[in-house]
């Protein structure tokens, strides 16, 4: 059975942990690139043997950077499209 996507995978006592696939739903990006952001340091995760998992915590300070690169790649894809007209 599937877990809807906002119910983290493991519940800890530090609080809550998700997967980076979890991560992506949640701010609407690729996997990738929360591997990406995690691999370069602009978002910290725990590794547990090979599995990666961030705190929800991690997520919430995250989340003004991640609008941000959002509104980014709007504003990027509308020169984009501007430009071609």
């Not at 370069?40 to 989340?63: M, P, S």
């Amino acid at each position: 059975m599937d877990q809807p996507h906002d119910t983290p995978t493991v519940p800890s006592v530090v609080g809550s942990l998700y997967t980076t696939m979890e991560v992506a739903r949640m701010l609407r990006v690729s996997q990738r690139t929360v591997q990406d952001w995690i691999r370069n340091g602009e978002l910290t995760a725990v590794r547990y043997g090979r599995q990666i998992r961030v705190h929800q915590a991690d997520i919430e300070a995250f989340g003004v950077t991640a609008q941000a690169y959002q509104q980014g790649n709007l504003l990027s894809c509308k020169a984009d499209n501007h430009s071609a007209s």
